[in-house]
């Protein structure tokens, strides 16, 4: 872990004395430009110097469950292979190509092959390829409020205009505003980059909101690029809803997965992009140019977790959930909202008189709770709100600590 004494946190900008006491003048470029940095590498910084055993850690998007038996047991195996010690093929393994697009074409009804896969380093850097091979520079993406800043990040190293479309906030959950969605299409749209569960929120699309982004996306001439990374990571009964299975939208849909999340295989780094036969060459390209590949010591792994029966998911799943009801007891009566998905949930720290930073620093300074705030993550649901990931502490770590943070925050 970097000292964060000497490196200041991602995104800030180097002070008047330049990098290591050059004095530079630097014009920085255009597409830096509304670029923030994440907040997750400090308050992990913050945490991992405080040394206690007993810092509560929901601040970053991890878990602590473990990968799949048999990717622990194929990885060690590929290690001391020379055919997995390679970077060829330069789209990925033919085995783990033709299992993304197996599980793929199972979640969205589309007969995809492995001629429709390229594997990246990570789903982000799948996103990242998508837009560098999609977007002009001026081109708009639509997004949601609120959103991963890694992606608003992206969309801009790309050169694209991120446009938010608020997802509402109410006891039962988030919802879509629709009626902006089609407000926030227009004829500079290029792409839509959507995410269900969203992350931060854990808002869950339904059936009518992807039809109203095939709407939406069919009235702009369009792309719709899927965020997949907690597709199947889903609460209460919900039940996985691919968008190309919604009618206009198979041939709009650009499918980037990972295997960091539902397979807990965060350290392998391995994604998949899965398109359109006629946007592969361009994405191949841009792929090849950027990071190419994750190791081959990683792929075949992916591909026997990705071939394993849905009982694996649906185990880490139930656990999760398990993690988000604690929590939810916990913070029972305070504005926070219940995602229906996914790994964190959000606290409207407005509404207690406070911004998501502040609040932060009274959690960890006065209660041992490192979570972190929202600044950079949205418009109207950013600077005022505090996110808390609860993937990664089991439940009786989680029980017992509303207490703690309704003191820490001067709340009953």
């Known amino acids: 872990m970097a000292d964060s004494r000497i490196f200041p946190e991602i995104g800030e900008r180097a002070g008047p004395d330049g990098v290591f006491g050059m004095t530079l003048e630097m014009k ?40 799949p038996e048999v990717a622990m047991r194929i990885t060690g195996e590929a290690a001391r292979s020379d055919e997995d010690n390679s ?30 896969v390229l594997i990246s380093a990570g789903g982000l850097s799948g996103i990242l390829n998508v837009l560098l ?23 801009r190293l790309a050169g694209g205009v991120p446009r938010l ?17 089609h407000k926030a299409v227009g004829k500079r749209t290029r792409l839509l980059l959507l995410m269900s569960p969203a992350m931060p929120s854990g808002a869950v699309l339904e059936r009518a909101d992807w039809e109203a982004v095939a709407e939406a996306a069919a009235a702009a001439d369009a792309l719709l690029l899927y965020d997949a990374a907690m597709e199947r990571i ?10 190309a299975s919604v009618d206009g939208l198979a041939e709009r849909t650009i499918t980037v997965g990972a295997a960091s999340k539902e397979l807990r295989m965060i350290g392998w780094r391995v994604g998949w992009i899965v ?31 990705l071939r394993l029966p849905a009982d694996d998911v649906r185990s880490a799943v139930a656990e999760w959930e398990r993690r988000r009801d604690a929590l939810l007891a916990e913070l029972a009566g305070l504005p926070v909202v219940k995602p229906a998905g996914g790994w964190s949930m959000l606290l409207h720290t407005a509404a207690l008189g406070c911004s998501g930073a502040e609040a932060s620093k009274r959690l960890f300074e006065n209660a ?37 943070i309704r003191a820490a925050l001067g709340v009953k």
């Not at 190509?97 to 995809?112: E, M, N, P």
Request: hydrophobic share 45%; aromatic share 6%; with cysteine.
């Open 28 to 67: 920085r470029p255009a597409r830096l430009d509304g670029m923030a940095g994440i907040g997750v590498d400090r308050m992990g910084a913050l945490a991992d110097a405080a040394g206690k055993r007993d810092i509560l850690r929901f601040e970053n998007l991890d878990t602590d469950l473990p990968p």
């Open 87 to 116: 970077y060829l093929p330069f789209v990925g393994q033919v085995e783990l190509r033709r299992a993304v697009a197996r599980h793929v074409g199972a979640l969205a009804g589309v007969a995809y092959d492995e001629n429709q």
């Open 133 to 155: 091979a999609l977007v002009e520079t001026g081109d708009e993406v639509v997004l949601t409020d609120p959103t991963y800043s890694g992606l608003l990040n992206r969309v």
């Open 165 to 181: 479309v608020p997802l509402l906030p109410s006891p039962a959950g988030w919802t879509l505003d629709r009626d902006a969605l």
């Open 234 to 243: 889903l609460y209460d009964g919900r039940a996985p809803l691919h968008p």
């Open 275 to 305: 398109a359109p036969q006629a946007l592969i060459p361009d994405l191949a390209l841009v792929n090849l140019s950027n990071v190419v590949v994750p190791v081959g010591i990683a792929q075949r792994a992916a591909a026997a977790a």
């Open 368 to 404: 041992g709770v490192a979570a972190t705030p929202m600044d950079g993550w949205g418009e109207r649901h950013g600077a005022g709100w505090l996110r808390f990931v609860f993937a990664n502490e089991p439940v009786d770590r989680i029980r017992g600590c509303g207490a703690r």
